[in-house]
């Protein structure tokens, strides 16, 4: 069966340019999150979709960074103004568990993002 | 503050002999663990699972150890083959929440 998907798998632009991430989580999965992952560093929370829940964005690093999730299915983040900092593998992930938390959470191959 | 630590960012251990992969967490609001497995160019892939009100869970060659008083969990692979060779997070979750919070992962490689 499809795994979760995430495009494009490589990006590479210039300080200052928007950017748009893009992930298709596993068909029937009612929860989305993103992860980010810089240099020697752990996957880091950024932000979460339940359902038609409000999404819990309380790990996103600046307004900078926003998320969007349309029809339940597929999501996209945006970075606005990248900077340096930005520079990371950016990791979306889906879940079938509708509550409680302590779930097995699919992952997709990232997008790992650089920008010049 | 990281609340997951992985100490160790590599271990080396020879096939057939056992990987032993530790990690630390300071929340003790956490009530779950993970374990992920993680090749290059690829996403976390789930391994095992503990629960606090448990102290060991074992899946095949994968055996999870939990120390709730020392707030410490391990991973036993046993045999260790070469296919084992990645990168392993931990990552705990606390009830109610979503969130995993992971460590920084330590690259195992097991040599022929």
């Known amino acids: 069966g499809a795994g979760v998907s995430q495009s494009p798998s490589n990006k590479v632009t210039e300080k200052g340019k928007d950017v748009e991430l893009r992930c298709d989580p596993i068909s029937g999965h009612t929860a989305l999150y993103w992860y980010r992952q810089s240099l020697g560093q752990g996957l880091e929370f950024l932000i979460y979709?339940?359902?038609?829940?409000?999404?819990?964005k309380s790990g996103l690093p600046s307004d900078r960074f926003s998320a969007e999730r349309t029809g339940g299915s597929v999501s996209t983040l945006t970075i606005q103004r990248t900077q340096q900092e930005d520079s990371a593998v950016y990791l979306c992930?889906?879940?079938?568990?509708?509550?409680?938390?302590?779930?097995?959470?699919?992952f997709g191959p990232g997008t790992r993002l650089t920008v010049l | 503050d990281q609340q997951v630590k992985q100490n160790s960012p590599s271990l080396s251990v020879q096939e057939g002999r056992i990987s032993i992969l530790n990690c630390d967490y300071t929340n003790s609001m956490f009530d779950y663990f993970l374990w992920y497995k993680k090749y290059p160019a690829e996403g976390p892939t789930f391994l095992i699972s503990?629960?606090?009100?448990?102290d060991k869970n074992e899946d095949g060659r994968f055996t999870v150890f939990l120390n709730k008083s020392a707030k410490h969990l391990s991973l036993h692979i046993v045999p260790s083959q070469p296919g084992d060779s990645a990168v392993y997070f931990c990552a705990a979750i606390q009830g109610g929440s979503e969130k995993l919070v992971f460590g920084k992962g330590t690259k195992l490689t097991v040599n022929p």
């Open positions: 992930a889906s879940s079938s568990r509708t509550s409680g938390g302590a779930g097995e959470q699919f």
């Open positions: 979709f339940q359902g038609n829940s409000a999404p819990d």
């Open positions: 503990i629960s606090s009100i448990k």
